[in-house]
Each structure stands twice: as C-alpha cells, then as structure tokens.
C-alpha cells in the first residue's frame, strides 16, 4: 500500500513539475520577449526596459524558472502588472467566490445525478429509466452558458427572484452571497449532473449483472439489499473517475459561468487578464489552475485503492 | 413425506419452452444427480426452485418444499429460504465472490441476516467453517479478499458461505466445471463430505457422467427442457433405458466401453442436434434423433413411467425392455 | 458499406441524428450561396425586432438579419469544429497506434503526455494561446484540435492494445511485416468503428466549446458571426429583446444533440459490441 502511495506521488510531482515547465514555455520562452507581448506593439522603449527589469528577463530562462516555481512554492506569485497588487492578493480575494462556486456545483450534480441514475438503472427500460436517458441526452447538449442566460431570463428578468449577475460578497451577509452563487452554480452543474447521471446508470446496469450479486441473492439478500450492498461500492469506481475528469471541465466551465454573471472570480480574472495581456497574473493562474487539477485527480487514484483492494497490491495466495 | 416434491413444473421465457413439465422428488439427504448438455434445463430447474428467474420467465406447476409451495412465495418470503433452507453454489468460482468485500464478511452475511448471529460469534463460526472446507488459519484469514485466492480456494469459500447456515438442501451447478482437473476431484470430495456430515440434500447439476458417479445415488436425466429418465445412479447407468442416455454415455470417452474400440475409430456421436427451445414438437423431443422411433413416438410425447428395472424412464419404446 | 447504411436507418438514433446533422450541414452550405440578407448590413431603424415575415428569426441591435447570422454562425462552427477534429485525430489516432505497437517507454512516454494534457480542458488551452497569439478563428482551432489529441491518442491506445494481442498480428509479425504496416493494414481497420463514434463525439464537443470560445470573446472575430458570439451580444439586450438569447443556444444545443444522436446510432449498427451506455 506504501509503494502504491509513493509512486502515485512521485507521478504527481513529475506532473506538476512539467505542467510548471510548460506554461513557462509557453508564456515567458517562445514569446521571445515577454515584455513586448504585453505592453503591445506601441510600447514606449523606456517602459519596456522598466517591464523587463522589474520581470527580470535579463537573467537567463532556467534561473527565471527557478525563481518563479520557488517563488510559487512560498505563495509568492510576484505582482500583477495591470492591477500593480501581489497576485497572491488578487488570487486571495478571487478564490472565495470561486471555490464555493465550484464546490456548491459539484455538491448540486452529485446529489442530484446519482440518486436519479441509479434509479433509473433499478427501472432498467421502463419509463423512468427512458425519461432519464432523454432528459439527459438533452441536457448533455445544452451549453452551459446558453442554460445560465436562460436561468437568468427566467429568474432575473422575468420572475425578479434573483439578480441577473454580480457578487453580493461575503461581508454582505453569507445568504446574500450564496443566493447570488445559486443561478451560477446551477448552470455549471447541468451538464455534469446529465454526464454523471449516465455514468451511474450504466455502472449500476452492469453490477447488476454480475455474479456476485446472483451469490449475495442465493444468500437470501433481497434485491434492493443485495445491490446495496455489494453493489454500490463496485459501481462508485467507475463513477469517481468520471467526476475526477469532469473537475477539469468544471474548471472551465468556471470560467464561462463567472463571466456571464459577471462573478469576481478566479476565472473573470484569467480572462481580464488576458485581455490585458497580464502575463505575470495569466502564468501563475493557469499553473495554479492545471495544479489544481493534478493534485484532484492524484486524490481520486488514492480513493481508488480505498475502494478496490485489488488495487492496494497483493496477488492471489 | 419428500422433503422437495417439484410437479409439472414449467417455465416459458417468451416463445420458448425452456423447462417442459418437469417432475420429480427428493428424500431429506438425498443425492440427486441431474445431467444432461449444455442448455437442456437443469440450472432453469435450480433457478426456478430458488425463485431466481429472471423476470420474463413464466413458471406454471407446483414446487413443494416442506410442505410449502415456493412458487406462491413473493420474493420476501424466498429470501428466508433462500441460503437458509436451500443453499446454491455456481459454476464460475471467479466471479461469484464480491472483489471488495473481505471472504470473511461474505460468509458471515448468511449468519447474521439469518441466524441473526453478532459479530464475535460469526467471525467465531467463520474461522471454523474455513476450517472445515481446507481452508486453515492463519494461512487463509477472513480478512482475505476474493483476489488473493486461486479459482479452487474460492469456490472452498462458496461452499464454506453455502454450509454457514445449515440448509436443508445444496444445490450445486457445475461447481468444479470452471476449475482445473486435478482441483475438481477435491471439491467435489469436499462437497460430498459436507453433504454427508451435515445431513444435507444434495443437487448436483453437471453435464460430467463422471461427477455424477461419483457423488449421487440418484440420478435424472435432461434433454431439451424435459426429464427423461430418473432412477438411482446405478440402476440408470447399468441400463440406459432412454436412448438419449445411451447415447450420452456412449459419446463419453470410457475405457470400459470403448476400450476394444479400433485405434483411428470415432467415437460414437448422437446424429442431429438439439431442437431449439422455441419449436414445437408433437411427439417426443427426441425422436427426431432416436434410432428406436416409432410412429407412436411422433404422436404424442411419453411420460415418465416406471420400468421393470425399477426406475423412470420417458419413452415408448426404451432399451431393456423387450419389444 | 451499402449495408451499414441500410442498418443504419432501421436505427433509431441513427436516422434523427443524421438527419438533423445533415440539416445543419447543409444550411451552412447553402450560406455560402444565398442568405435571406446579407449577414453584415445593418439596418438600425429595424433592430431588435422580433421574429415576423420579414426577418424570420428577428434582427439584433444593428439591425442585423438574424437568420442569416445564424447560417453564416452555422458555417463558421462547422468548419472550426471539423477542422479541429481532424487535427485531433491526425496526430492522436497515429500517437495511440505508436504507443499501442511499441509499448514499453514509447507507451509510457505518450500516456504521460496524455496525462498531464487532459490537466488543460480546451477552454484553458485556449486561454493560453490567445494570450499570446490573441484571439481569433484560427487560434481557437489550434486550440481545441490540441485538446483533441489526447482524446484520439488515448482512445486509439486503448482500442489497439487488445487487437496486438490477436492472432493474426502474430501472423503478420511472423511473416516480416513492420509495426507501422501492420498497424496500417490490420490494426485501424479493425478500430475504426471506435474511432468514427468518438469523432462524432468529439465534433459535438468542439462545437459547445467553439461557441464558449467565441462567448467570451475569443474565438471567431467580428464581423463573422458567430453562435456563441450572437449569445453574448444577446446578453447585453436581454431586457430589451429576450428573444435573441433563444436562437443562437438552440441552434447549438440541437446541433449538438443531433451529433450526439448520429454518434449513439453509429455505434449500435458499426458495433453493437460497443454498448457502453455513457
């Protein structure tokens, strides 16, 4: 069980590693000149020589490396060029709208799409499970935003229970802010949900078959008995690494969402600072983004073997 | 009174006839053997006494158990019997365990659902019966999984889960059919032993005349969904009444019968093949292929009737008796 | 071929979704020819009109033709999606063969390749690229079709493995031929179904994430239309001319949901065997 830890977190420092090594470059090596990428092409010569000093892009590539991944490691991520704050501060303030973002959504899918699938795995081809299947299959082809502006024409413009975007803010009062999260977090959850909800279905289905529960029933279990419990554990397996691989979907889809409700989030902010040409803030962002999603996935290889002893070690006897 | 009395029991699943009329009964620790090809009926039968068929299937006729009618249960009422009274082990050791639960909370499961046992007693009784079926600590503890065993020693936890709360009856499907040879012949002592020490009945489903030999005193023979001969093990082997049995222990390779064989001969096969189960047949289901039809074989099918030799047999015109 | 097809319309799934595929296909081909209006002339005095004889879908605030915006959009997701896909597919398909013929590091060096690309979702590339190339049609391209490859390497990988196992590989090694004939003679003919399912998959996914692209700006430019670029605009007049937010989205969604249904259908008729519900 060791050496399966030691691995797994070896893999994961190697990913993280090369995630940091290719967005360097991308974004401070192939440029050329930093610098000029973001002051545009009009830049004066003297403010480019003071950006490329303060970015210290006169020192060679490896040693900006270097400095930046330490740098990251202490929680210092350098300073925004357009807002002229450490982008720690930036990155602070952001996260505490787009992590209970991120959070209320997942809780939203989870609960909703996996009780639904596997009832209507238990109704296999009976109207349920058919009405599941087709609600889905339509929910899987809405896009996310195109859900959220339609959210917020019901609820904001037509019914006014809501506003049609824009963060109350924690210090408001916590209903408040989570109110204004609800609309943002339903419309990521949508899609999710829908993909979950198949993919429970379907895992269930096949547990159902299996001959272990044909030995459980020949116990005496009852059916409903019989797939709790030895079903559901065998059928999570299959779920979780959907919903590790939908975390980087979220990620994404954090960023469209925050726009379209104009939510100050981490994601609002990577697009502002795009299209201010913010390298600084854009570099540390994505790292931290794409580490984020490392890091999840190394946790669901760890649930892994939490779930399935099989894959704790250990052959047959 | 028969501890199992099955009566024209049979079962449509759609258009086809899968089990036709299917008689017969068994004394309180009885061994009885049911053989036949792949697909004749003989696991429907056992899926129909423990109430596990799949939704589809239609089941008409009576299966008496202990005085009851299991076939009048609803599936609450089955699950008491079900590993308690009956017990049943499959054919694929490989897959019948659960792989993340441990062997010994799956033998447990039985005894407490059941016997309503708590946890000390059970892992108590758990340790013993591993014991029981070769499986000793502390090499095998309960907190095994399924994985870390060969196919044999998880079929050794199968029977272990199946003995755990005494049932009346085993039933056993083609236990050691997924297994290795030289294992076969362990578990099925293994199986035998249990069966003896604890007073239980025994159904031995297999499609090997060897096995049956060795573990039965009784013996029925299938074919395409009907029983065709029924009789001790012995009497049914030295007379093969029905021609179907005849010829199955004919095509088994036998050093007894075929042991003056000329080398490059063939072994004998029966001609034709096996009716599918949806045709319908007027007449017997095996004239078709029976090398001693006769017109009234064609008319209508024969029923089980005892012949001189003292056993069942389902045909107008069986060997052994003079025609 | 023939016989596919004919199995192909006893299905379902088969016949909506490749009819309603075809449908879309064609409005954006008919775009190049003739569109009600010209998808750029704005007419102020009429903006924000709703749906009538005149402009069956409505205008927007320029007094743009709505429909016609939209098959032009049609056209311009198509191409971006298809051309996305295939870049995906071109260097994914022949990396998963690579990796599934060699093994050993190859195999290894290619899954962590895989691994850590699946860490950037196409809207994250995306992001990436424009920071420095800046926005557009062609960018949003490069993106999405990177996010593609390892969605084809892996797929491809996965369904190969089992195929190096059969026999008739070991015949054909037997016999002197390369890895690189052999996975060109035997082993993609043999995936092809797999691989035909997930480019329908992977088309309907590259559609929703162009029109994210081009929502937030960063995907096809103006003045070429663009779905999702129709949505945002949208946004803006959502008090004013809730009608605007409908069109775009459901044009997307059923586009979408149209591939999704063409992917399901081929499935069942190239290979029933592949039923895994998702």
Not at chain 1, 21 to 31: K, Y
Request: glycine fraction near 10%.
């Amino acid at each position: 069980m060791a050496i399966f830890f030691l691995r797994r977190a070896l893999t994961l420092f190697a990913t993280l590693v090369a995630t940091s090594i290719i967005v360097f470059l991308v974004l401070e090596v192939i440029p050329g000149d930093p610098a000029a990428v973001m002051l545009g092409v009009n830049a004066q010569a003297d403010t480019l020589a003071a950006l490329r000093a303060e970015m210290g892009l006169d020192l060679p590539a490896t040693e900006r490396y270097f400095n930046w991944t330490l740098g990251l490691l202490q929680g210092d991520m350098g300073n925004s060029y357009t807002y002229g704050v450490p982008v720690s501060e930036l990155v602070a303030e952001r996260v505490v709208v787009s992590l209970p973002l991120a959070l209320m959504a997942i809780v939203l899918s989870t609960v909703i799409a996996i009780p639904v699938g596997v009832l209507a795995a238990a109704r296999h081809n009976k109207p349920t499970d058919l009405g599941v299947m087709g609600v889905s299959q339509i929910a899987v082809a809405i896009p996310n935003f195109w859900f959220a502006i339609l959210l917020i024409l019901l609820f904001a413009v037509k019914l006014q229970w809501f506003s049609a975007g824009g963060f109350a803010g924690w210090e408001n009062g916590f209903w408040g802010a989570l109110k204004s999260l609800l609309l943002p977090a339903v419309a990521l959850a949508l899609p999710q949900a829908a993909i979950l909800a198949r993919v429970t279905r379907s895992s269930v289905l096949e547990i159902m078959g299996e001959d272990y529960i044909r030995t459980a029933r020949a116990k005496g279990l009852g059916k409903s008995s019989a797939l709790w419990r030895h079903g559901v554990r065998n059928a999570l397996i299959p779920v979780i690494t959907i919903m590790g691989l939908q975390f980087s979907f979220l990620l994404a889809g954090t960023i469209i969402i925050e726009n379209v409700f104009y939510l100050p989030g981490l994601g609002r902010l990577i697009f502002q600072a795009i299209a201010q040409r913010d390298l600084i803030v854009v570099k540390d962002l994505i790292v931290l983004l794409a580490g984020t999603v490392v890091v999840v996935n190394f946790i669901v290889d760890m649930l892994y073997a939490v779930l399935d002893p099989r894959l704790r070690g250990g052959g047959h006897g | 009174m028969a501890l199992l009395s099955v009566e024209n029991l049979s079962v449509h699943i759609g258009p086809a006839h899968i089990l036709k009329d299917v008689s017969f009964s068994m004394e309180k620790g009885e061994t009885l053997g049911f053989v036949g090809e792949s697909g004749c009926g003989k696991s429907i039968t056992a899926m129909a006494i423990m109430g596990l068929l799949t939704e589809q299937a239609t089941v008409s006729g009576r299966i008496v158990f202990d005085g009851q009618d299991l076939l009048t249960l609803d599936d609450r009422a089955m699950c008491k019997i079900r590993g308690l009274r009956i017990a049943m082990v499959f054919q694929e050791p490989m897959t019948a365990l659960n792989p993340v639960k441990s062997i010994g909370f799956q033998i447990a499961e039985g005894m407490r659902l059941h016997l309503g046992l708590g946890r000390a007693e059970a892992e108590r009784r758990v340790v013993s019966l591993l014991d029981r079926v070769g499986l000793p600590a502390p090499r095998f503890s309960p907190d095994l999984y399924p994985h870390q065993l060969s196919g044999g020693q998880r079929q050794r936890v199968v029977i272990a889960m199946t003995m755990a709360c005494g049932p009346d009856i085993l039933i056993a499907d083609e236990p050691t059919t997924a297994l290795d040879v030289t294992i076969q012949a362990r578990i099925l002592d293994l199986i035998a032993e249990v069966v003896e020490q604890d007073g239980m009945g025994l159904m031995m489903i297999t499609h090997d005349l060897g096995v049956v030999a060795q573990t039965t005193d009784n013996l029925a023979v299938m074919y395409a969904g009907a029983m065709v001969e029924h009789g001790t093990t012995q009497a049914v082997f030295s007379s093969l009444s029905h021609p179907y049995t005849r010829g199955l222990f004919g095509a088994m390779p036998h050093l007894e019968s075929h042991g003056d064989l000329a080398p490059g001969a063939l072994l004998p096969t029966i001609p034709g093949s096996v009716p599918q189960p949806s045709e319908k047949i007027s007449g017997c289901i095996f004239a078709g292929r029976c090398e001693r039809a006769q017109d009234q074989c064609k008319v209508a099918p024969p029923t089980l009737t005892k012949n001189d030799g003292g056993h069942q047999v389902a045909c107008f015109n069986p060997w052994g008796v003079v025609a | 071929m023939g016989e596919i097809f004919k199995k192909g319309l006893g299905n379902r799934s088969f016949v909506i979704g490749g009819v309603v595929t075809i449908i879309f296909i064609l409005i954006a081909g008919i775009s190049l020819l003739w569109t009600p209006y010209p998808f750029d002339e704005m007419t102020i005095a009429s903006k924000l009109k709703t749906p009538s004889g005149d402009h069956w879908l409505g205008t927007d605030h320029f007094g743009r033709d709505v429909f016609s915006m939209m098959m032009v959009g049609a056209r311009n997701s198509i191409v971006v999606s298809l051309v996305a896909v295939s870049i995906g597919a071109g260097f994914g398909i022949p990396l998963g063969a690579l990796a599934a013929a060699r093994g050993g590091w190859v195999d290894e060096a290619v899954m962590r390749f895989n691994d850590f690309t699946f860490a950037f979702p196409a809207l994250l590339s995306a992001v990436m690229i424009t920071a420095l190339a800046g926005p557009g049609a062609v960018n949003s391209i490069i993106a999405i079709g990177i996010f593609n490859v390892p969605v084809f390497a892996r797929i491809t990988r996965g369904a190969a493995l089992p195929i190096w196992k059969r026999e008739y590989i070991m015949a054909a090694r037997v016999s002197g031929k390369g890895p690189v004939q052999i996975s060109i003679e035997h082993v993609i003919p043999n995936i092809a179904s797999v691989l035909i399912v997930q480019a329908t998959i992977q088309f309907a996914l590259a559609i929703i994430a162009e029109a994210g692209l081009s929502y937030l700006g960063l995907g096809t430019q103006p003045p070429n239309p663009s779905w999702g670029k129709m949505l945002s605009e949208a946004q803006t007049f959502m008090f004013l001319a809730p009608h605007l937010a409908l069109f775009p989205g459901m044009a997307i969604a059923l586009m979408v949901l149209g591939l999704n249904l063409l992917g399901d259908g081929l499935r069942d008729v190239l290979d029933p065997r592949l039923r895994r519900q998702r």
